[in-house]
């Protein structure tokens, strides 16, 4: 089981350049995220997909866009890359749908794609 | 959204030490956890703990949904447990999970 995964790990890329995360499970989970990760600030929620077929704005959707291609693959693109969006980017996956409160809510994250806009 | 917010922020311990790591929510969740990220940057989910307590090998957790917080313990600390410990919280439709700024522990031999 390779659980979540998350392709590329480093990408460096001029402003204004495009580019899209990739990333898949396995785990036959309803639920994924992006989250990106900066400096002193801990997580925060780009977009979530509560099951297939939906996706929905977190906390900071501005520059950003999303997929969700199937159950198992939650794409994040960036149409035309900031320096602000320089960070390491998190996808996660949770078993639960929404309104479920049941123990299977536990996030498994992928191990991060690290993105440098110059 | 919900704040969460963890104290303290940084944390050093002599190895065999123990320590206690705080996270306090604004409003009422069904669901906390509580993550250990190492310096690979790799996130390890450490306990789901809505309410109650748990409890795996030096690690345990409490929840107290009703005061809104909860406690992780680590008991006879290790170089290995160094690294930044978050809590992440969750409410209502969809589970989006909102995350406090991290406990960063470092472990001295």
């Known amino acids: 089981n390779a659980g979540v995964t998350q392709t590329p790990k480093f990408q460096v890329l001029k402003t204004g350049q495009s580019m899209t995360l990739q990333c898949a499970q396995d785990?036959?989970?309803?639920?994924m995220y992006w989250y990106r990760q900066d400096p002193g600030m801990g997580l925060r929620l780009i977009y979530y997909?509560?099951?297939?077929?939906?996706?929905d704005k977190g906390e900071v959707p501005n520059g950003y866009n999303v997929s969700r291609l199937n159950k198992r693959e939650f794409s994040l693109r960036l149409e035309s890359a900031a320096p602000s969006q320089t960070s390491v980017y998190f996808c996660?996956?949770?078993?639960?749908?929404?309104?479920?409160?049941?123990?299977?809510?536990?996030?498994?994250f992928g191990a991060g794609s690290r993105l440098t806009v110059l | 959204g919900i704040q969460v917010e963890q104290s303290p922020p940084d944390l050093i311990l002599q190895e065999g030490a123990n320590s206690t790591l705080r996270c306090n929510f604004s409003?009422?969740?069904?669901?906390l956890q509580w993550f250990h990220q190492n310096p690979w940057g790799q996130l390890i989910n450490l306990f789901y703990?809505?309410?109650g307590t748990k409890q795996n090998g030096r690690l345990s957790a409490t929840t107290v949904a009703t005061e809104r917080y909860s406690l992780l313990y680590i008991s006879s600390s290790q170089t290995t447990d160094s690294g930044v410990y978050f809590c992440?919280?969750?409410?209502?439709?969809?589970?989006?999970?909102?995350f406090g700024t991290g406990t960063s522990l470092t472990v001295i031999p």
């Open positions: 703990i809505p309410s």
């Open positions: 409003d009422s969740v069904n669901n």
């Open positions: 996660a996956s949770s078993g639960g749908t929404s309104g479920s409160f049941s123990g299977a809510n536990v996030l498994t």
């Open positions: 992440a919280v969750g409410r209502g439709a969809g589970n989006q999970f909102y």
């Open positions: 997909s509560a099951s297939e077929g939906t996706t």
């Open positions: 785990m036959n989970h309803n639920s």
